[in-house]
């Protein structure tokens, strides 16, 4: 069972930059296809962003386009959540999570439902003061 393990994350201020990294728990040598997911108090999980397991397509919920980058270091197994120009409502605990390998890339919607992910990591929180 592959666990996935995540840091960063922090109270920071409006404007503020905070990166997220995400790695399974023991090198497994497969790059995963990897969506970014968030939930904030009350509210059901949302998409916030994915990549495809080369690194070649990203997509973004429209809230964060322009802001949060998502990337990869294949080399070193683990996906990246940068963020920039925080905000007071992107404040939430923030997911990582793995498609299986053993299925098709995701296509179009696919990418951004929860069901479509197989690893989660244990979440990670995001706190932008205003």
């Known amino acids: 069972q592959v666990q996935l393990v995540q840091s960063g994350g922090g109270l920071v201020r409006e404007g503020d930059f905070l990166k997220l990294s995400c790695a399974p728990s023991?090198?497994?040598?497969?790059?995963?296809?990897m969506g970014w997911f968030r939930q904030a108090p009350r509210k059901e999980r949302e998409f916030v962003a994915s990549?495809?397991?080369?690194?070649?397509?990203?997509f973004y919920t429209d809230s964060v386009k322009g802001r949060f980058t998502a990337s990869r270091d294949n080399a070193k197994n683990t996906v990246f959540l940068e963020m920039s120009n925080l905000k007071p409502e992107d404040t939430a605990t923030y997911y990582c999570a793995a498609v299986d390998p053993g299925h098709p890339e995701p296509r179009g919607r696919a990418w951004k439902t929860s069901e479509t992910y197989y690893y989660w990591g244990q979440g990670t929180q995001v706190t932008v003061s205003s």
């Open positions: 990549i495809n397991w080369s690194g070649s397509t990203t």
């Open positions: 023991i090198y497994t040598g497969t790059n995963y296809a």
